[in-house]
């Protein structure tokens, strides 16, 4: 009697060790992707850095106005004037160039190279779809004086460049405090924010105060990892109603590579977050949806599984994925796990 329970046992074990193979699989095939990815974008970044490296060199490698142009521009200045040099431009030209390209910065460097300060302008990456991230010109801010400047910081780094009331942050921040409370414990916040963000460049101003607002000093160059999810979520949609598909999906995948995780999700109880955690993760599920989809439709079945495993994660009953979940397992011979 004691034996007739080992064969149940041994039943249950191979089931369990089915699916670790099965989710091994998955994870397999969705690093490979992933992989994939980096590769393919990295070498076109450098095939747009040289391009840029190329268009820099003509525009400011100019030693002398030419003859035709001499009575029209007295000096180089004059004939880099009539360009109009972008500033934002020159401080991405510049940062780009010297991460994928090294010394090519060097080549197109003359003495009548822009004003050092229009050219190294700071600038600023936030992450919000991973664990929570500041760049400042490429320099991670490592420490926060405290936490209260770094939520405030948050949420003005959602504004867009957009000046934020003081009253505003005060009933945000310290709902329940008294008027003068919430002042002094703002002032306090914003100190310590400055505090630490100076530290990157003391001589600059990150965090401005105007009219009795607050707002990201808008000469920044500014990038936020949401943002960038959202535009690339938009023009896979814009590529998909132009019947353009292998665009779309690649665009969905760019997209798919920013989401590590909810937005802000170690903030999950700040309500100003919420609709945009909501938002964002909607947008997630749907281009999960369009990518499990055309990955069956390839019959690349790993990376539609693994695309419904991640919807899954963050949408535990949906039953669309569930389905086309099942339909992988059949297809791979499954039938045991496409059953239950």
């Not at 500041?134 to 420490?143: A, C, D, I, M």
């Not at 990201?216 to 949401?226: A, K, M, Q, R, S």
Request: hydrophobic letters at 35%.
């Amino acid at each position: 009697m004691e034996n007739e329970g080992i064969p149940k046992v041994r039943d249950s074990m191979l089931e369990e060790a089915r699916h670790i193979c099965v989710a091994c699989a998955a994870i397999k095939a969705a690093m490979a992707m992933y992989r994939r990815y980096y590769l393919e974008n990295r070498r076109h970044k450098r095939e747009l850095a040289s391009r840029l490296n190329d268009i820099l060199r003509q525009i400011f490698g100019l030693q002398q106005p030419s003859a035709s142009t001499e009575e029209k521009y007295t000096t180089t200045d004059d004939a880099y004037s009539a360009v109009e040099k972008p500033r934002g431009l020159l401080f991405q030209a510049r940062t780009l160039i010297k991460r994928t390209l090294g010394t090519a910065e060097s080549k197109w460097k003359t003495e009548s190279t822009p004003d050092r300060s229009m050219v190294d302008k700071p600038s600023l990456a936030i992450y919000y779809l991973s664990p929570f991230q500041v760049y400042l010109s490429e320099n991670p801010v490592k420490r926060w004086s405290n936490n209260k400047g770094k939520l405030i910081f948050k949420y003005l780094g959602t504004r867009k460049g957009q000046p934020v009331a003081k009253e505003i942050l005060m009933e945000l921040f310290w709902p329940n405090a008294e008027p003068q409370a919430a002042r002094n414990n703002l002032n306090v916040a914003i100190y310590g924010l400055r505090h630490v963000l100076s530290k990157a460049n003391p001589d600059y101003s990150y965090v401005l105060y105007r009219d009795g607002c607050y707002l990201i000093n808008p000469e920044l160059h500014v990038w936020t990892d949401y943002q960038a999810f959202l535009e690339h979520f938009k023009s896979a949609q814009r590529f998909e109603l132009r019947g353009e598909q292998d665009a779309a999906i690649k665009a969905y995948q760019m997209a798919e590579s920013l989401y590590q995780q909810d937005f802000l999700e170690e903030d999950r109880y700040e309500e100003w977050s919420e609709s945009i955690r909501i938002e964002l993760r909607n947008k997630f599920l749907i281009l999960l949806e369009r990518l499990s989809r055309f990955y069956f439709k390839q019959g690349d079945y790993e990376l539609c599984m693994a695309a419904c495993g991640t919807a899954l994660v963050a949408d535990s009953c949906n039953e669309d994925f569930h389905r086309l979940l099942m339909r992988c397992y059949s297809r791979q011979g499954h039938t045991h796990l496409a059953l239950r």
